[in-house]
T-cell receptor, first 119, second 109 residues
Framework: DAGVIQSPRHEVTEMGQEVTLRCKPI?????LFWYRQTMMRGLELLIY????????DSGMPEDRFSAKMPNASFSTLKIQPSEPRDSAVYFC?????????????????FGPGTRLTVL | KQEVTQIPAALSVPEGENLVLNCSFT??????LQWFRQDPGKGLTSLLL?????REQTSGRLNASLDKSSGRSTLYIAASQPGDSATYLC????????FGTGTRLTIIP
């Protein structure tokens, strides 16, 4: 397996434009996560899916952010309209399970990230 | 709100030295604690995972410990090498994952 695939690797856009980030999880993984990493706030979970269904989107910062998972092999994170403060590295990760008390969990595998710059 | 703190934020040591990275967390309801490595411009690579019922895990030159009572975890790296230079993140796991801010480690040849 090629691991988690993200595209594009770098995106530079102007404020107000729509941005779409893409992710292909590892085949067979039922969970998909979107994270955002900034110097100020570190890594933050934005949303995660289980079997293509959004389970927890409490980390999505605003209505400008939306995420979809139309099938088991593809997910998108969309920002519309984009703002300079959205500039960050966005990571996608997948795993075959979630943490369970006392049972550990299968680790999350991260993609290489998309570096977004909004001018 | 769960907070995961890593001190120091940056550390430089000469090659060959043993070193310890620290992680502290505020919530005792922990399921597991995981250490990741992040290389510049790249994603995260899992190093070690300690379940709540365990006290430590070892992989090669790496040893991670977990003390739930004090809310601390340490990552011990033996005989450091320049290739160990990276940012190390500890991750607190319960229903969600909470990431620490990381320690940027530089091994000086």
């Amino acid at each position: 397996d090629a691991g988690v695939i993200q595209s594009p690797r770098h995106e530079v856009t102007e404020m107000g434009q729509e941005v779409t980030l893409r992710c292909k999880p590892i085949s067979g993984h039922d969970y998909l996560f979107w994270y955002r990493q900034t110097m100020m706030r570190g890594l933050e979970l934005l949303i995660y899916f289980n079997n293509n269904v959004p389970i927890d989107d409490s980390g999505m910062p605003e209505d400008r952010f939306s995420a979809k998972m139309p099938n088991a092999s593809f997910s998108t994170l969309k920002i519309q309209p984009s703002e300079p403060r959205d500039s960050a590295v966005y990571f996608c990760a997948s795993s075959s399970s979630l943490p369970l008390m006392g049972q550990g969990y299968n680790e999350q595998f991260f993609g290489p990230g998309t570096r977004l710059t909004v001018l | 709100k769960q907070e995961v703190t890593q001190i120091p934020a940056a550390l430089s040591v000469p090659e060959g030295e043993n070193l310890v990275l620290n992680c502290s967390f505020t919530d005792s309801a922990i399921y597991n604690l995981q250490w990741f490595r992040q290389d510049p411009g790249k994603g995260l690579t899992s190093l070690l995972l300690i379940q709540s019922s365990q006290r430590e895990q070892t992989s090669g030159r790496l040893n991670a410990s977990l003390d739930k009572s004090s809310g601390r975890s340490t990552l011990y790296i033996a005989a450091s090498q320049p290739g160990d230079s990276a940012t190390y993140l500890c991750v607190f796991g319960n229903e969600k994952l909470t990431f620490g801010t990381g320690t940027r480690l530089t091994i000086i040849p």
